[in-house]
């Protein structure tokens, strides 16, 4: 017996080793290929990147929001976790039979409790292969590599409880209530003699052991890479908030002293940086995101989980040709692998089509690109932080400033802000003509201020949307007329305003974004401004998150930060009641981009009469209007309109008034209504404008512009 357990013992450290070198082979090979990518900036925000340690890899706050996948998830990871401890014990006693991880009178209690937590783990991987299989949930693949871990992860379970029944038996132990399960295997295998049972056993302990370094080695060579890739994505996530947009530094003279044509944005793999690298391998191939695309859910050729899957499936092959290393392990029993295959002759022309591919067409196709909203709800229901919005905005980037491609409609507004500041190429000289339609309001200019020899606190940035559109210009009349009944000293640029580069900038021309902001950030800087109010989520969030990027800080509110502030201060008071049903729309680029939830639902709610109710898909989970990253300019000519769907969701509520604060979300919704012919019965208003009914008494009826 002392020879076969120094045989076993040898055998056991030869696997074992092996299997950790493969691991360790793989896992420098997938480092390899992401340090292909640029190198990215880490800011130094230690306790917030140790807070979404504990909040979303600990926590399991995003995946908790599908409740039922969540609490597989978490049954599955603590349960892997706590149970390694088993792991160890059950190893333990083929190396030493007769004994045990050495806990003295707290043994029993570890023995029930790791049963505890198999049982749990085996619940759910049932619970995971029906919702897989037999449910067929949408958003989850199907197929045997998709089902490959539950078979490990079972094989692991079943494999220590039968080894352990097995090991009751061969040892003569009593049965116990500490490990009911064994027991109750142990029963079983009664019949067997002790030499039977020891090898039953060891039979057990092997399959337990090469299941378990199988598992090992084929964690990141796989979808699975995400148990190491998404902690370490979570860490070491970009921005954390914002969905703030990498500048670009065009210097001219460097251009000009290269022989090669000049390049922007991202036009081969190696073009993104190493987190955006990261990302691909930290998918988990779950479809969050994709279940709540805008542009998915209404037909679209838009995937983000696809993106990144092709992407990464694309980095692997390159990644294989650049530096040689295989792909797959063992890369003996994956030779026939194009992965394997390339890093072995990186001169074959199989390697040399992986390098010719292009990333744009070959890979992914320009309409997916262009189908996206920048809306950022994929970024927020993925568990492990990826960001889909910034690759996808450098991949239009060089699509428009690279190779000069764009969509007919985007391009032509994107000529209207270069040449007259707003999309409609109407006259700059027209910008402030807005206020003259009602000359009651005191609307002053930056200038006529400097005239009067008075001053202003807030610069109200009126947008382009507010100074040219007729519907717009109502909420911005209103919010002006709000801001007189409160005693707010503001002003507006008036035709010295700009676009403010939002729509530029998602669209992915770069160089006029950046145009617009070195001109807005010198009127800022001249009128001497430290504080802008907006209706335009859009100019807020550029404002505020990116114009820092270009040497221009203010504080930055939304109109209903500030209206909610007034409210709060009592400087307005909502006296007439609006006997209405209202819910309430959220703008991405406030919400998700700001977090900013609160303020427009507490202005709704401090009005007399109003019955608010929200929208099933509300706040951080709230759908998209289909205008966000520059779709306001483009028509839709695939799939359903995303601003119908949205609107189809306010009416469930079955509302009187669909409330928004964003002239953008505004006019889809008001479309969405025409669309569903339910104008006449459900009205659509900016929160200012409800509030300045309730203060001011006016008409429940808003026109809206044919």
Request: hydrophobic share 40%.
């Amino acid at each position: 017996m002392e020879t076969l357990l120094w045989i076993n013992w040898l055998a056991f450290l030869s696997v074992t080793a092996y299997g950790i070198f493969l691991f360790v082979q793989v896992v420098r090979t997938r480092i390899a290929y992401i340090k292909l990518g640029k190198k990215a900036e880490f800011d130094q925000n230690m306790k917030q990147r140790v807070r979404d340690i504990l909040t979303f890899v600990f926590g399991q706050k995003k995946l908790l929001k599908d409740k039922k996948s969540g609490a597989i998830h978490v049954m599955m990871f603590y349960g892997f976790l706590l149970v390694q401890f088993g792991a160890i014990d059950f190893i333990w006693k083929g190396l030493a039979p007769d004994s045990h991880i050495p806990l003295g009178i707290f043994y029993p209690g570890f023995t029930f409790f790791q049963e505890l937590v198999t049982l749990t783990i085996l619940v759910a991987v049932v619970w995971a292969f029906y919702r897989r299989y037999i449910e067929k949930l949408v958003r989850l693949k199907r197929g045997f590599k998709a089902g490959l871990v539950l078979i490990f992860i079972a094989t692991l379970m079943l494999s220590v409880l039968a080894g352990n029944g097995a090991a009751i038996v061969w040892h003569g132990h009593d049965l116990t209530w500490t490990e009911p399960v064994a027991s109750s295997l142990a029963v079983v295998f009664g019949w067997m003699g002790p030499t039977a049972s020891a090898v039953l056993f060891y039979v057990m302990w092997w399959i337990h052991l090469i299941a378990l370094l199988s598992f090992l080695v084929y964690v990141p060579q796989s979808k699975h890479a995400h148990l190491l890739a998404g902690p370490a994505n979570v860490f070491l996530t970009k921005d954390k908030q914002h969905g703030k947009l990498k500048k670009i530094d065009f210097d001219i003279d460097e251009m000009e002293e290269s022989d090669e044509e000049p390049t922007f944005g991202v036009g081969k793999i190696e073009d993104l940086d190493q987190l955006q690298l990261l990302d691909l391998y930290a998918c988990v191939e779950c479809g969050r995101c994709t279940n709540v695309c805008p542009a998915s859910g209404s037909g679209k050729m838009l995937s983000p989980m696809d993106i990144i899957v092709k992407l990464r499936d694309h980095l692997t092959e390159k990644g294989a040709a650049v530096t040689g290393k295989s792909a797959w392990v063992p890369s003996y029993a994956f030779a026939g692998t194009e992965g394997n295959q390339i890093a072995a002759d990186p001169n074959s022309s199989l390697a040399q089509q992986v390098m010719e591919k292009d990333l744009i067409g070959d890979v992914v196709t320009e309409e997916e690109l262009w189908a996206c909203t920048t809306c950022r709800n994929c970024e927020d229901a993925c568990p492990v932080m990826n960001q889909h919005v910034d690759t996808i905005i450098d991949l239009r980037r060089y699509l428009v400033m690279t190779e000069g491609k764009m969509d007919p409609e985007a391009q032509r507004a994107m000529m209207n802000i270069e040449r007259q500041g707003n999309p409609w190429g109407l006259s700059k000289k027209d910008r402030e003509n807005w206020r003259e339609t009602d000359e009651t309001l005191h609307i002053p200019t930056v200038k006529e201020l400097k005239k009067e020899g008075e001053e202003f606190e807030y610069l109200f940035w009126v947008s382009s949307m507010g100074s040219y559109d007729n519907r717009s210009q109502k909420i911005a009349l209103a919010f002006a007329r709000l801001m007189n009944k409160a005693g707010v000293k503001f002003a507006i640029l008036g035709n010295k305003e700009r676009n403010s580069g939002d729509t530029a900038r998602r669209l992915g021309n770069e160089f006029l974004f950046q145009e617009l902001a070195e001109k807005n950030i010198k009127e800022f800087e001249k009128n001497d401004v430290k504080k802008i109010v907006t209706i335009d989520p859009h100019a807020y969030n550029i404002f505020k998150n990116e114009y820092p990027d270009f040497g221009f800080e203010a504080e930055v509110y939304h109109h209903t930060e500030l209206l909610a502030q007034l409210l709060d201060e009592g400087r307005l008071k909502p006296e007439q009641a609006i006997n209405e049903k209202i819910t309430y729309h959220d703008s991405c680029y406030l919400g998700r981009y700001n977090e900013v939830y609160d303020p427009p639902r507490f202005i709704l709610e401090s009005i007399p009469g109003v019955q608010y109710v929200e929208i099933e898909r509300n706040k951080e989970n709230g759908m998209c209007c289909g205008a966000g990253g520059g779709m306001m300019w483009s028509e839709e000519t695939t799939g359903n309109r995303v601003n119908i769907a949205r609107t189809e969701q306010a009416l469930e509520v079955v509302p009187s008034t669909i409330s928004s604060a964003c002239p953008y979300c505004l006019t889809m919704l008001t479309d969405g209504t025409k669309a569903k012919e339910v104008e006449d019965d459900v009205t659509t208003q900016d929160v200012a404008e409800v509030l300045e009914r309730s203060i001011f008494g006016e008409p429940a009826k808003i026109d809206q512009p044919a």
